[in-house]
Every structure is written in structure tokens, then in C-alpha cells.
């Protein structure tokens, strides 16, 4: 089979990163695979790494919250985009490709374009929509029109749809394979504390994309803030970076750590190599949004590699996380909950080891590579089945 997927980023957060393992599945077991990108970046690496042919393709633009909200940049947007759509849709016809399998629903032209080629079309929706609800009623339906088959990485996304468009939709919950947990050595995890002074400390972290009031990291800072003077030997980290244009917020989260004098206990690490190795590194793993998370892929990591996780109560992390039992759920944006709940996990190394255990058990039975890649390999049987003999 000939997979084609089309993608937005060049980055490696949480659908870079799962982009990354179906592609090199599928070229492992002897499908050919082809990933198209706007630009390059470190996901082409990874990719290339593992035999995986990519290509640069400018027609794929998705559309923004930057660009949405800029009457300029979105007036821009739609005027290129007729022009993108029928090249892309070119391009995609001279690849002939079995399916067609578009890796964010905020890829407009790819989508149109797929269908436009003729060619099978999977629409993997990674995204919640709500803060955008009159729009939602619109666009849901070109995301129906448009694809042949819906894939929603959770419940919480699934039910975002319109119950007609629900019905062409399918929960597939993104997997980790035991391999992949397996390989991270404890070599890589100590120099990951070394490089941060964490060998005589405890650890708590955030991992994912630096942006102010939606992913929660001042939520994390402020919590942190709160716990200064009673785990003073506590490290919190700040893993990963904003997205390009974003730089503002980070600087926003490094100003309210000097005012919370925060400095001394408070490490922005960047974007990292070894994400895995990384999050091995804490004690506890904080995943904090203020928002409805679809599905955070680093809650997962962080469970397989049997760390307990605090989230906040709402989206795709209660599909992962049992409250009481594999972490901690907290309601979202409440800095003294969050608090409490580090304070409790921080008391009680027994307690960590436990929902640690428990958080890598769930993983296996509920988020298994197994389970995504057959789920996944059946969906794109339904829009190319394989010849019969």
C-alpha cells in the first residue's frame, strides 16, 4: 500500500511525534510512505532516519489562531489558498497514492485538495474546537465532505460532531510501543539531570508547547510558587519551547517567574532530543491545561514510563488518567489545587510508585501500539482493500 500523510509542522510535539512512529511502521512492514511538509524541520530527521521519503510541499498552510484572528493575514490566507488547493491536488494525482492521510483538521487546503485529486481520504482530527463554536458548525461539515473516513484521537473529539457526522467517525487513541520505552537507557536520563542540576533533587515538570493560558504552564509556575518555601530543594521544569512567533509567551512566563521569585526553582529546558529520556527524569509529571486537551500524548509517555501524572479534569486527559489511581486530577486553572496535589504526591514516594505502577499497566491495556497501528492499518483497508487472491 502507498500511504501519502500531509502535515503542518516540521516540529516533533505530540502529532509530529506519533506522525513519526505510524510512518515508520508502515515502511518497516514494507508499505511505501511518503510525508509531505510546509518546510523543513527536526521531524524530517527523525523521518529520513527511518527511511521514510519526505517532501516539501508550500501549498500546505493550515489555518491559525494567529491567522484567524488577523482580518490582514486571514484576508491573505483565503485569496492563496484556490491557487494552493489546485496545485496540491496536482500533485497528490501525479503521486497516486492509495490513501490520502491528512494528520491535522487545521489543514484546509490539504483537505480539499485530497478530495479534489480523487484520491481515498483519512481526516485524523487531533483538535478541539470549542473555543470556536459558531465556526465549528461550518467547518465540521467540510471536514465530512471532504474525507471519506474521520479518525478522532478521543472521545472528546468525537463528540465535538454533529451526531449525522459522528457516525463517520472512529476513536482511535494514539499508542506507545513497550520498544520504545524500553530504549530509553539510563545513560540518557542522567545526562538529562546533569545538564540541569537535578541529581540531588526532586523533579516536577511540564512538557509540551509554551503557550500562555491555554497550556497552563503559569498555572504550573504559580503552583510552584505556592510550595517555594516548604520543598525548597524541588526543581520545576518547563519542558519545550513556543511555536515560532509565540516568543512572547515565554518571555511572559519568565517575567512572572522573577516576580514570583521563582528563579532559583524554576528551569526552562527549551525543546529537548530525548523527550522520553526527559520525562524519565521527573518525579512527577504535571499536565496542566486551561483548556479542553484532546488528547495529551505526553500523559501517555509519561504513564508507560510509570511516572504519576496530575492533570486537569477536563478533555481527553480523564479518558487517561484514573483520578486517585494513575495520578491526580485537578480542576483547571487553580494554582493552590495544583499545589496540593505536588505537595501530596511529593509526601508520599510510596503513593508515586504505585500510580506509577498502575499508570503503566493502564498504558499497555488502553494505549498500546498494538491496538493504534491495527486500528489504523484496518481504516486504511476500508479506503484501499488489498487484492484478493
Not at 524554576?266 to 529520556?277: F, K, P, S
Request: charged share 25%; net charge positive.
Amino acid at each position: 500500500m502507498r500511504v501519502l500523510f500531509l502535515h503542518g509542522v516540521g516540529d516533533l510535539y505530540g502529532a509530529s511525534r506519533c506522525l513519526v512512529r505510524l510512518a515508520s511502521a508502515l515502511r518497516e512492514d514494507g508499505h511505501e510512505v511518503e510525508v509531505w511538509l510546509p518546510d523543513a524541520g527536526p521531524i524530517v530527521t527523525k523521518l529520513e532516519s527511518a527511511g521514510v521519503a519526505c517532501e516539501l510541499a508550500p501549498e500546505l498552510r493550515g489555518i491559525t489562531r494567529n491567522t484567524y484572528h488577523r482580518r490582514r493575514s486571514l484576508i491573505h490566507f483565503l485569496s492563496e489558498s484556490p491557487g494552493r488547493i489546485l496545485s496540491l491536488s496536482r500533485k497528490i494525482r501525479a503521486a497516486r497514492p492509495d490513501v490520502v492521510h491528512t494528520n491535522m483538521a487545521t489543514l484546509v487546503t490539504a483537505g480539499l485538495a485530497a478530495r479534489l485529486s480523487g484520491r481515498p481520504h483519512l481526516w485524523h482530527v487531533r483538535e478541539w474546537f470549542g473555543e470556536f463554536s459558531r465556526e465549528w458548525v461550518i467547518f465540521q461539515w467540510l471536514l465530512r465532505v471532504c474525507s471519506d473516513r474521520i479518525v478522532c484521537i478521543s472521545k472528546t473529539v468525537a463528540d465535538q460532531f454533529h451526531p449525522v457526522i459522528r457516525k463517520k467517525t472512529r476513536i482511535i487513541y494514539d499508542g506507545l510501543s513497550d520498544s520504545e520505552i524500553q530504549a530509553v537507557s539510563q545513560a540518557r536520563v542522567q545526562a538529562f539531570k546533569s545538564k540541569f542540576g537535578l541529581e540531588r533533587h526532586p523533579a516536577v515538570g511540564v512538557v509540551g508547547r509554551i503557550k500562555w493560558k491555554r497550556k497552563g504552564q503559569e498555572v504550573f509556575l504559580r503552583a510552584a510558587s505556592l510550595l517555594r518555601n516548604e520543598f525548597p530543594q524541588t526543581r520545576f521544569l518547563c519542558i519545550g519551547s513556543p511555536f515560532p512567533g509565540n516568543e512572547d509567551h515565554l518571555e511572559s512566563l519568565q517575567r512572572l517567574a522573577a516576580e514570583l521569585g521563582m528563579n532559583h526553582m524554576w528551569i526552562v529546558t527549551g525543546d529537548v532530543d530525548e523527550n522520553l529520556a526527559a520525562i524519565a527524569a521527573l518525579d512527577i509529571l504535571v499536565h496542566p491545561p486551561c483548556q479542553p486537551e484532546p488528547f495529551g500524548m505526553v500523559v501517555t509517555e509519561a504513564m508507560a514510563l510509570g511516572k504519576p501524572v496530575i492533570g486537569s479534569d477536563l478533555g481527553g486527559i480523564k479518558e487517561q488518567v484514573e483520578n486517585n489511581r494513575t495520578g491526580l486530577l485537578i480542576p483547571p486553572n487553580d494554582p493552590p489545587a495544583l499545589a496540593e496535589a505536588i505537595k501530596i504526591l511529593l509526601n508520599n514516594e510510596t503513593l508515586r510508585l504505585t500510580m506509577g505502577a498502575r499508570g503503566r499497566a493502564r498504558c499497555r491495556e488502553c494505549f498500546s501500539w498494538e491496538s493504534f497501528y491495527r486500528s489504523m492499518l484496518e481504516e486504511y483497508y476500508v479506503l484501499a482493500p488489498p487484492p484478493t487472491i
